[in-house]
């Protein structure tokens, strides 16, 4: 027995042994493979600009976690609306783990909705997460044009809504208010920056517009401390969060009618939701995504880089992992309906009747 017995721990301490060899073995596999190297970050975005500044932000974080800490280049490839650096990644891009896509969120919908010179499938490249998810918005107008509740603002016909210009997704956002919310021969007035809607806003050049929550608290806060602006709805991203200060306000989903329109909302939220995604390329080796996908989730978690994310950005990083990520735009509906649903509300028509 005796002797059985320390049998057993023999074999149990070789065995410990023999693992401890293999885990060490993967653990210089993965060294090795990176030590060294550069890895190329090619960014759908042009150098200087606020995508510009989230992908440089994240650059030394992500080295430090990848084994080896290879050194990360970035390359630029702005154009198309997302298109360029989609078609690069997924027809051009050598998938031997050493280059990254850092897209923005309009390379997913691109695909999604069918669109012309889209020479990708969102569904084979290897998703390894995103620094914001987070982009609650909201509809409000100035306090001068006296639609202070809904019951006003859906009564009067010819609200004047400004926007960005046509297809931009805050003019998206503009026009998914007013069909929801019902507005009566809304006029949209397209084709302004964001911070000329502000001012339109206040010379009264418009009457109502569609932004983000954080944009409006961050650049005006007094609309919402001194009344100067009325606040009719939200669309909460991701669903089931409200936005800051503004948890008070009805979200667009309780306007929707069918249960095809709440699917166009569901759409709607995963094209913000997936705000500025990191891929690696169709064929990719399966361990050297699992490497980066994990040097990801470390560098989304520290705390250095989230204040360095929020010193150069202006905001809070909102991580979104590669799972999430990968669930988000697997799970997004892609009814040819619903598509052309949400191309009509994209483009310069006339919104449909419900």
Known sequence: MITHGAGVKITALGALLVSAVLSADRGF????????????????TA???IGDGRVKSLIPYLRKYIPGSPAIVVEYMDGGGGRQVGNHMARNARPDGLTIGAFSSSVISLNILRESGVMYDIDKFFYLGSPESTSHLVFYTRKEAGLS??????????VRVGARPVGHSAYIAARLFAYYLGLKDSKFIPGYAAPELDVALLRGEVDARANTSASVWQRNPDWL????????AALEVPKGIKPPRFGHIPEIESFAKSEKE????????????????????PGTPKDRVEIVQEA????????????????????DADPLMPEELAKAIRDTP?????????????????LPAR
Do not use: C, W
């Open 296 to 315: 990801m989730r470390k560098a989304l978690k520290d705390s250095d880089f989230q204040r360095e994310y929020r010193k150069i950005v202006g905001e």
């Open 29 to 44: 596999a993965q060294v090795s493979f990176y030590q060294g190297k550069t890895i190329t970050v090619v960014a759908g």
């Open 334 to 350: 892609r009814d040819a309906e619903l598509i052309e649903m949400f191309k009509t509300l994209s483009g310069p028509a006339p």
């Open 47 to 49: 150098p200087g600009g």
């Open 262 to 281: 709440i699917k166009l909302l569901t759409m709607a939220r995963t094209f913000r939701l997936t705000g500025s995604p990191y891929v690696m390329p």
């Open 225 to 232: 401390e001194k009344g100067l602006m009325d606040f009719h």
């Open 149 to 158: 509740n809904l019951e006003k603002l859906r009564a009067t016909s010819g």
